[in-house]
């Protein structure tokens, strides 16, 4: 028999430094003005060398199981949906150490800034197949990492942070309706590469020796794959999910550019009061960007118990989702 589920606690964190945008013009020839009439950003949160994902990360899942009623002890499984690990053989089990949830189950899950989306559905399979209770789902990743400071069209957009929910297992399924999709044709237009060269380790047996190389994107094929796919997905998700846009109480789409949340509003007739936008403050996050605006929403007041909210996140792959859900239990 499925079980339903529940999103019952939120929590999120963000590295304590501020790089505004009159400073990024110190760096590359940029201006304020260009970036936020294009971007809508303007700052973002930067990691020191100090810092970690697995801080960041540990540090919102405790708010997250704190705000959701129950301990670390409670917890199943740990998702944690970053394409930015600590360790290239992911960062979820230093994190289940970190808090201590000595039952659960860790692991990465890799869909750049559709993370948080893949994640949400992923979660929701274990809890109603009645496989697991209780998961704690985080987003994140430190994205100033693998930025290049020197390339203006990608290092104005990207910050770092982590969110995170927790899901429980409920008598009523508050995940409504979701939608997944993958275009790997579409591959080229945004990438964190790795790029290596062939090192002999004797007469024909040769390795690749190198690193991932920064971003690369072209905004302009981005831009026009988001504003048309992110509303189709959306429509489908509310198909599924039975409802109609004007049952919808608030819409937060990943926080990639504001030029972006604002075509995706206008062509679902959303109206501005209704979308949820942190990224003039944060950037991009990646697959932090949904969770870390959702708890901002919830500690502000504005999210209640049972707003229907429709999600929807996009990016590297190139991959794209939505779920439509309802806070609270």
């Known amino acids: 028999m499925l079980k339903g589920i529940a999103i019952t606690g939120s929590g999120s964190a963000v590295p304590a430094t501020t790089l505004d945008n009159q400073l990024l013009t110190q760096l590359v020839e940029t ?18 060398p100090t810092e970690s994902l ?14 959701a009623g129950i301990t670390a002890a409670d917890i199943d499984l740990i ?13 979820a089990c230093r994190i289940q150490a970190e808090l201590g949830a000595t039952k659960a189950v860790a692991f990465d899950l890799t869909a750049a800034c559709s993370g948080f989306v893949f994640g949400l559905v992923t979660a929701a399979q274990y809890i109603r197949t009645g496989v697991y ?8 990743d430190i994205l100033s990492r693998w930025v290049d400071w020197q390339d203006r069209r990608t290092c104005i957009l990207f910050g770092d ?3 995170a929910v927790v899901l429980q297992s409920n008598e009523s399924d508050r995940l409504l309706g979701f939608s997944l999709k993958s275009d790997g044709t579409q591959n080229h237009y945004l990438n964190l590469p790795y790029h290596g060269s062939a090192q002999e380790l004797s007469p024909g047996i040769n390795v690749t020796k190198g690193t991932y190389h920064p971003i690369t994107m072209n905004g302009k094929e981005v ?9 189709e997905v959306i429509d489908k998700a509310l198909f599924q999910a039975n409802i109609t846009i004007d049952q919808i109480d608030w819409l937060i789409l990943h926080q990639a550019n504001q030029r972006i949340l604002n075509a995706v509003a206008e062509r679902l007739n959303i109206p501005e009061h209704k979308v949820i936008s942190n990224v003039a403050n944060y950037g991009n996050t990646s ?6 605006a959702l708890n901002e929403a919830v500690q502000q007041g504005k999210i209640k118990p049972h707003d229907i909210i429709a999600t929807s996140g996009f990016g590297a792959g190139l991959t794209w989702g939505a779920a439509i859900f309802q806070w609270g239990r």
């Open 223 to 231: 831009y026009r794959f988001a504003v048309q796919k992110v509303p």
């Open 287 to 292: 697959a932090a960007s949904i969770p870390l």
């Open 133 to 140: 209770q209780n998961v704690l789902l985080i987003g994140g």
């Open 79 to 91: 998702l944690l949906a970053t394409s930015t690990p600590d360790d290239l053989f992911g960062s």
């Open 161 to 163: 942070g982590a969110g």
């Open 54 to 67: 697995s801080i960041l990360a540990t540090t919102a899942g405790k708010q997250a199981i704190a705000a």
């Open 31 to 48: 201006s304020d003005e260009w970036i936020t009439t294009r971007t809508g950003i303007s700052q973002r949160r930067i990691s020191l």
